[in-house]
């Protein structure tokens, strides 16, 4: 089975613009979230998503949203960035969105640099 | 989220046990205890959960106490791959809007000497 697969794997982005990041579920996976990883620190949940409706969030503002397709695939878009956006952004699938008795496969992250 | 409370830091020598502990005093009777690990440059991993008995698989094994206020994450033969951060995290089953998310602590970085 494939797991999770993110990209790009890095970007530099200017402060203001606007960014979109990609995730590939690994197979079989119905449920899609978003962490937010600064460095030194554990990751931050931003939201999850479950039959393409997201369906729980962090405290991350508006400007964080995100997609998923039909494929169970998903977009995290962040508008406006700030420099403290700056972070590994780490995209995890899971099969079920409620039980809390399975385990999330994650990916390796995308590294975003806002300058 | 309930909180877990884990040691900053461990060390090891190869080849040797591990024991990583963990505290959960605020665990709720629907949490289920689940460990990650973290290496270098990748996301996280997976390792193994429990809700009541230990558990066991090829990575590691889950000891839970049995008032399930702690547990502890043990690797039976250490390598110099298992280097890593350790997340020890409460997970709680999901509802309709919440979803059932992770959160996680700051951890513990494993050293492992050769």
């Known amino acids: 089975e494939t797991g999770v697969t993110q990209s790009p794997t890095h970007l530099i982005k200017t402060r203001g613009q606007q960014v979109t990041l990609r995730c590939s579920s690994q197979s079989g996976h119905n449920t899609v979230s978003w962490y937010q990883q600064a460095l030194g620190q554990g990751p931050q949940f931003i939201f999850q998503y479950y039959r393409e409706e997201e369906n729980g969030r962090g405290n991350f503002p508006p400007r964080f949203s995100g997609l998923q397709f039909p494929n169970y695939s998903s977009e995290l878009n962040v508008n406006a960035l700030e420099l403290d956006d700056s972070a590994l952004y780490l995209c995890?699938?899971?099969?079920?969105?409620?039980?809390?008795?399975?385990?999330?496969?994650f990916g390796s992250g995308t590294r975003l640099t806002v300058v | 989220d309930a909180k877990t409370t884990q040691p900053n830091s461990m060390e090891s020598n190869e080849e040797e046990p591990v024991h990583l502990p963990c505290n959960h005093s605020?665990?709720?009777?629907?949490?289920?205890i689940h460990w990650y690990r973290q290496l270098p440059s990748q996301g996280p991993e997976y390792v193994i959960h429990g809700l009541t008995s230990n558990v066991n698989n090829r990575m590691a094994s889950l000891a839970i106490a049995e008032d399930r206020k702690s547990s502890t994450l043990i690797l039976h033969r250490a390598t110099l791959r298992d280097a890593a951060v350790y997340y020890c995290i409460l997970r709680t089953r999901g509802g309709e809007t919440s979803g059932s998310r992770l959160t996680f602590g700051e951890g513990t970085q494993l050293t492992v000497n050769p």
């Open positions: 605020t665990i709720s009777g629907t949490d289920y």
């Open positions: 995890a699938s899971s099969l079920n969105r409620e039980r809390a008795n399975y385990g999330y496969t």
